[in-house]
């Protein structure tokens, strides 16, 4: 049996899950599908909402969107996860304590696990 698109997701938001456990945010991942928000993670009193996109997925306007109307209404930061085959690429895309001004989701730095 191959992969679904769906098992492929869950498969990419389960393994961004490790990855902010492993930085020491408590996580949860949004079993909705098509949900604005995939993963909601909170650490030190700060909330962080995670978008999880594969290699060639893109968020519309709309969509994006909608993801800051939930990153303004948690005053949370929001990042869009790209998986890609070097490795994961964050976008931080805004909200509250953000490192960075809001980003193109196209733009961001890859980081590898």
Same mark, same amino acid.
């Given at each position: 049996?191959?992969?679904? +698109? =769906?098992? &492929? *997701?869950? #498969?990419?938001? =389960? ?13 949860? &991942? ?14 030190? #009193? ?10 060639? #997925?893109?968020?519309?306007? #709309?969509?994006?969107? &909608? ?10 930061? *929001? ?9 994961? &690429?964050?976008?931080?895309? !805004? *909200?509250?304590?953000?490192?960075? !001004?809001? !980003?193109? +989701?196209?733009? !961001? ?5």
């Amino acid at each position: 049996m191959g992969q679904t +698109p =769906y098992r &492929r *997701g869950r #498969g990419r938001e =389960y393994y961004a899950l490790r990855i902010l456990r492993s930085e020491g945010w408590m996580c949860c &991942r949004s079993a909705a599908s098509h949900s604005p928000v995939d993963i909601f993670a909170g650490k030190d #009193g700060e909330v962080l909402l995670v978008q999880v996109k594969g290699e060639k #997925g893109r968020m519309g306007r #709309g969509e994006l969107q &909608r993801f800051l109307s939930w990153v303004e209404a948690f005053n949370a930061r *929001g990042e869009i996860w790209y998986f890609t085959r070097k490795g994961v &690429r964050r976008v931080d895309v !805004g *909200g509250s304590r953000r490192s960075e !001004g809001r !980003g193109d +989701p196209r733009e !961001g730095s890859a980081v590898r696990f």
